[in-house]
Nanobody, 125 residues
Framework: VQLVESGGGLAQPGGSLRLTCAAS????????MSWVRQAPGKGLEWVSA????????YYTDSVKGRFTISRDNAKNTLYLQMNRLKPEDTGLYFC???????????????????WGQGMQVTVTS
């Protein structure tokens, strides 16, 4: 399994960025996916998730209405469109593969099986 993020970088508050996660080594269309971030000096924060066929999406409250998760199963690619960025969106963003076609959060946390290497997003004026 390989997950490679791209598209991060520097943005001004109110600006936009689109993150891409290129997946390989598994049947992408069979698995739910998530985006997770880590702000400087803080722990991991789940951001958004999507089921295997893209029909169901989930967002943490702080990004609802600003971020959009999507996927193109023909291209084995996951996306995160980030609009109206805020300084508090700064962090290292990871894509993560779930264990099945559904987005599952257990009592011990989400059922991630694999992670990308992360992509830095910095929002500053």
């Amino acid at each position: 399994v390989q997950l490679v993020e791209s598209g991060g970088g520097l943005a001004q508050p109110g600006g936009s960025l689109r993150l891409t996660c290129a997946a390989s080594g598994f049947t992408f269309s069979n698995y739910a996916m998530s985006w997770v971030r880590q702000a400087p000096g803080k722990g991991l924060e789940w951001v958004s998730a999507i089921n295997n066929d893209g029909s169901v999406t989930y967002y943490t409250d702080s990004v609802k209405g600003r971020f959009t998760i999507s996927r193109d199963n023909a291209k084995n690619t996951l996306y995160l469109q980030m609009n109206r960025l805020k300084p508090e969106d700064t962090g290292l963003y990871f894509c993560a593969k779930h264990a099945s076609h559904k987005v599952v959060f257990t009592a011990s946390g989400p059922d991630y099986t694999d992670w990308g290497q992360g992509m830095q997003v910095t929002v500053t004026s």
